[in-house]
């Protein structure tokens, strides 16, 4: 016998969804708040009444009128707020925050496409900008002066217009990712090894529980043995091994890859080396990238050169605006047509010891003498660079003595097939290797290091349908560096961290 109550039940529960949905699609009205961005660049905005929220860059008075540009960090153009200077508020002021509703029409200034014609500006946040507030209308400051102000220093032109280039470069590089297959993961920050086998790591420690007890009677009492007590007691208190903040991830790439084929990971990683140079963060981003079935040396390299010139190209020609003021404000002189050149070029390509003989035979003055077997130095990897046409330089087949354990040994039994990519001004770029998948020669490289029982399980990766594997990791904030012809990598990223100096 058939139910018929369930039809209606079935209406009534489809009517049901029908509200919620109409609940939580509510469109917005035409006074609702437009980002900058869209206002100047959509038509069909002209002539509608609507809302804008910012903060004020600049305000101007010229025969009874009020003139205020507003910026909202969506781009790089301001929109300019017009009203009779009789109902401005006072209290309007440069760095204030405020909405302006109004009447949106064409401009009458040059370079101005559209202006509001506001019926209605009321404050949001006050801003004392004849007192502390650091930057002034109209005025151009130094990255140097800037960096005293990281809470403030989105708020200048030239880095608002950092954050939204590396915001493209962000989506450009997983985009590139993407469409060649690889599968994004996510690697852990806290780790018990150390990848580039450097030493220069964070080491983590829980914070004192209430109640803990130390071993010594005084601080002032401690010795070496009490000190190395007191820090197991710790480790063991949490992980109950020795952890350390990640300087890499990628071991555990290499692991995903072995079931997924191709992977990547978009991950900060940390590096406590003592440096104040322009080069070094000890917080900083790594783009790292492995993937398997891969055998030649050259298919990685390749790789690298792809995405470097893709996310390159795009962040040229989809953010003009913003990459424009870069190349006239920040840049040095010819720092453009150098990118120019370099997107048209292939890069080069030099082993380590043709490097070596290279450097050798030029005899230039430098800090250091380039050895075979030594690492380069900063000034020998200009020289390499400027010997190649300044265009980015992979120097390829290291000596194994200075590289980690994990990259594949080369047939001469001396080197190990591993790139580093070299770029002007900066340096190193990139670097990737193949990965050693011979079981025995790995075996032997791991206790050699010391490594045989904390990486067993990296040893199971070969015993267990183990495939040949390359990779490589990238630092982002010399990426953009370099791309951008930026001097200082603190000016990279929001909030820098190095050495003696982790603010906010």
Same mark, same amino acid.
């Given at each position: ?17 029908? %509200? ?39 305000? +101007? ?5 009020? !003139? ?8 790089? #153009? ?117 990848? #580039? ?31 190395? +007590?007191?820090?197991? /007691? ?48 000890? #917080? ?53 047509? %150098? ?10 390509? /030099? ?38 046409? $300044?265009?980015?330089? !992979?120097?390829?087949? *290291? ?40 079981? +025995? ?15 067993? *399980?990296?040893?199971?990766? +070969? ?11 990238? $630092? ?5 560096? *370099?791309?951008? $012809? ?19």
């Amino acid at each position: 016998m058939l139910n018929m109550a369930a039809p209606s039940k079935l209406v009534s529960h489809v009517n049901k969804l029908i %509200s919620v949905s109409n609940l939580s699609c509510k469109t917005y009205s035409s006074t609702s708040a437009y980002r900058i961005n869209k206002i100047l660049s959509e038509a069909s905005l002209r002539g509608k009444h609507i809302s804008v929220k910012g903060w004020v860059k600049a305000i +101007r008075e010229m025969k009874g009128t009020t !003139f205020i540009d507003l910026d909202d960090g969506s781009g790089s #153009e301001k929109l300019q707020i017009v009203l009779n200077t009789e109902r401005a508020n006072k209290d309007v002021s440069c760095g204030c925050c405020l909405e302006a509703s109004g009447l949106l029409e064409l401009g009458q200034g040059q370079g101005r496409p559209v202006e509001l014609k506001a019926e209605e500006v009321n404050i949001i946040g006050i801003c004392d900008s004849q007192g502390s507030y650091p930057f002034k209308p109209r005025k151009r400051y130094s990255t140097d002066y800037t960096r005293q102000f990281l809470h403030l220093r989105q708020r200048t032109n030239s880095f608002s217009a950092l954050l939204r280039l590396r915001n493209a470069a962000t989506r450009e590089m997983h985009d590139f990712y993407q469409k060649l297959g690889f599968i994004q993961v996510h690697t852990p920050i806290l780790t018990t090894n150390d990848c #580039e086998g450097a030493g220069d790591v964070f080491h983590v420690l829980p914070a004192k529980q209430q109640g803990h007890q130390h071993l010594h009677e005084s601080e002032h009492e401690q010795s070496k043995e009490a000190e190395e +007590r007191n820090r197991q /007691v710790d480790e063991e208190a949490f992980f109950g091994k020795s952890t350390y903040l990640t300087v890499s991830g990628q071991l555990h790439l290499e692991a995903l890859a072995s079931g997924m084929a191709r992977v990547y990971t978009f991950n900060p990683a940390f590096r406590a080396e003592n440096s104040q140079g322009r080069r070094h963060l000890a #917080e900083f981003y790594m783009l790292d990238a492995e993937f398997a079935f891969v055998s030649s040396l050259d298919d990685v390299m390749q790789n690298v050169e792809d995405l470097v010139k893709t996310t390159t190209r795009n962040l040229l020609e989809k953010n003009q605006e913003d990459f424009d003021f870069y190349m006239k404000r920040i840049a040095s002189k010819g720092h453009e047509e %150098s990118l120019h050149r370099t997107l048209d070029t292939q890069f080069a390509r /030099v082993t380590y010891t043709e490097a070596i003989e290279m450097l050798a035979k030029r005899n230039e003055v430098t800090h250091c003498k380039p050895q075979w077997g030594h690492d380069l130095s900063k000034e020998h990897e200009q020289l390499v660079v400027k010997h190649y046409g $300044g265009v980015p330089v !992979f120097v390829t087949d *290291w000596p194994k003595s200075i590289k980690p354990f994990y990259m594949r040994g080369n047939d001469d039994k001396k080197t190990v097939a591993c790139f580093d990519l070299l770029v002007p001004k900066v340096g190193e770029l990139c670097g990737g290797s193949l990965r050693e998948e011979r079981l +025995r020669l790995l075996e032997t490289s791991l206790k050699k290091a010391g490594l045989a029982d904390t990486l067993s *399980w990296y040893l199971d990766l +070969r015993r267990y349908g183990g495939a040949p594997t390359g990779g490589y990791g990238i $630092g982002f904030e010399r990426y953009l560096q *370099w791309s951008l $012809g930026i001097q200082n990598i603190k000016d990279t990223l929001p909030f820098p961290r190095w050495a003696h100096h982790c603010d906010l």
